[in-house]
């Protein structure tokens, strides 16, 4: 199967989670300064979601970049990916909505690592149909910014129970390491 459909609809599904979040943001009935600030947690909330949102996006981008073309196992992997990724607005929601409560960051930290255990998954599945050898598993090597992820997920989840600021600030830290542009996979491209 060509792969065209499978990054159309991704990226329909991944524009609609941005524009449900952003349709969150609810105007404020003042027109000064002061109706803005209970806003404030919505909006760090959202500028977070955004942040990872574009971060899948891009990275997915990428990602089937240096694939040839995909099978079901590939697409429901896909789907899988999408499934968490669906639920960021919703946690996002939530957590802004209740100024950052233990509870809405612990959750909203769960969707992030069970959306990185999808990522994972959709890689490997890509490579298990490419093979060991192909483009995507050479470039994709070791995936050090996907286990430490997926570690910082594991250390902030509870972390919420005890600082909730804490463990924000770990989301954050993650957000920021995907941030750095890694250019395996457009280095093995041009290779």
Not at 55 to 70: D, E, M, S
Not at 114 to 132: D, N
Not at 151 to 167: D, E, G, R, T
Request: hydrophobic fraction near 60%; aromatic fraction near 14%; charge should be positive.
């Amino acid at each position: 199967m060509v792969k065209g459909r499978l990054e159309a609809f991704s990226d329909g599904v991944l524009a609609i989670i941005i524009t449900i979040m952003v349709l969150e943001l609810k105007v404020p009935h003042g027109a000064n300064w002061a109706a803005l600030r209970p806003l404030i947690s919505v909006f760090f909330s959202y500028v977070l979601s955004f942040t990872f949102i574009g971060l899948y996006w891009n990275n997915h981008h990428h990602l089937l970049q240096a694939v040839r073309h995909v099978n079901g196992r590939i697409l429901w992997a896909n789907m899988h990916l999408l499934f968490w990724l669906s639920l960021i607005p919703f946690v996002t929601g939530w957590m802004g909505e209740n100024h950052f409560a233990a509870l809405p960051v612990a959750l909203y930290g769960t969707v992030l690592l069970f959306a990185a255990f999808a990522y994972f998954i959709l890689t490997r599945t890509l490579i298990s149909h490419h093979g060991k050898d192909s483009a995507i598993a050479i470039a994709l090597g070791k995936d050090f910014k996907g286990k430490v992820s997926v570690v910082l997920y594991a250390i902030a989840i509870p972390l919420a129970f005890v600082n909730s600021w804490f463990a924000c600030a770990l989301y954050v830290l993650i957000a920021i390491v995907w941030l750095i542009p890694d250019r395996r996979i457009e280095k093995t491209l041009t290779q």
